[in-house]
């Protein structure tokens, strides 16, 4: 087959232009990507923490991108009475500390950063207009737990053979309104039947004990001889690091496998185990407890994405864009 001249030059033509288009749109996509700020007052991150993500990254040659966490939360992290959200728990942290009524007095709680039951602190205790999606996630929460366990607001762990929820109902605390979890273990895995099983359920047995003590002996300080200190029968739940995307650039379109962990379903990198096992142990506490989420769907988020070269970056964009960076940018399928 032949072409004339013209017919040459507007192939030409059109393959510049598509060269063009294409420049074009990694330009834009790339300037959604900000430089991380340090003087950002309201960072959803520890500043000391940066570091653990960045080692990470250049450790397993990943880009790793976190999302934005409740302000409020950052101070509870390491706190031995407090514990991150596990992967269980579908309640939201609280934005501000609340005033509640009760009887002919208030009672003021410190809940902002902390899981809390929407039904006793209320929509003041939530920014602009969230309250409606705390209650979906709340009732969600609740869709498997028995009437017994709404009614005295102690609800089993689903998935495990012990350990379980409880909303503090003292009111003399500083916690009132606040979910607490039994004390809970290190993220720990075993493959059953060639499925990976994943657990932090802890050793506290969901019994009658616990059914019928109040809340203050549920909050009492106890000795543990393994510890050598006194430590509260349950911690109260902060906000944890979620994980966005966990991206391997010695394979970008790495699979994603499979696992339960306390009876929920959870997508992840191949990568995970060993990611999530480096980076608690840097920060000192379990705060990564799933999976990453764009393995679920993108969604429109605040993130920090930490490279192997040391650089950190700030996205905050839609779910639609999101889409757009990790196809264009990232090369992800």
Avoid at 64 to 80: A, C, E, P
């Amino acid at each position: 087959m032949t072409y004339n001249k013209n017919q040459q030059n507007m192939e030409k033509v059109n393959k510049r232009q598509q060269i063009d288009r294409q420049d074009f749109v990694r330009r834009q996509t790339s300037a959604k990507i900000k430089e991380f700020d340090w003087s950002d007052k309201n960072l959803g991150i520890r500043r000391e923490d940066v570091n653990v993500f960045k080692a990470t990254a250049r450790a397993f040659n990943h880009i790793i991108l976190v999302r934005d966490t409740n302000f409020f939360s950052l101070q509870y992290i390491g706190n031995k009475d407090f514990y991150p959200k596990p992967m269980d728990c579908k309640a939201k942290t609280a934005d501000r500390d609340v005033s509640i009524p009760f009887a002919s007095r208030n009672i003021f709680s410190k809940t902002a950063g902390l899981v809390v039951d929407p039904t006793i602190v209320g929509n003041k205790a939530f920014k602009d207009s969230k309250y409606e999606k705390v209650m979906e996630a709340w009732n969600d929460f609740l869709k498997d737990k028995t009437p017994d366990e709404k009614k005295t607001k102690i609800f089993r762990r689903r998935g495990a053979s012990s350990g379980f929820f409880s909303v503090d109902s003292n009111i003399n605390s500083d916690y009132y309104g606040c979910l607490m979890i039994s004390r809970s273990n290190d993220i720990e895995r075993r493959i059953v039947e060639g499925r990976t099983i994943a657990t932090n359920e802890g050793s506290a047995k969901f019994d009658e004990t616990a059914m019928q003590a109040n809340s203050a002996w549920r909050s009492a300080n106890v000795w543990d001889d393994n510890i050598h200190n006194y430590k509260t029968r349950m911690q109260y739940i902060h906000g944890d690091y979620d994980l966005y995307a966990l991206l391997n650039l010695d394979n970008i379109n790495q699979a994603t496998i499979t696992e339960t962990i306390n009876g929920t379903e959870n997508f992840c990198s191949q990568s995970l185990p060993e990611i999530q096992d480096f980076i608690n142990r840097g920060i000192g506490c379990s705060m990564i407890q799933h999976g990453d989420q764009f393995r679920y769907k993108h969604q429109g988020d605040k993130l920090y994405a930490f490279y192997p070269t040391g650089d950190a970056y700030v996205i905050e964009e839609s779910g639609k864009t999101m889409k757009e960076i990790f196809s264009i940018l990232y090369g992800v399928l």
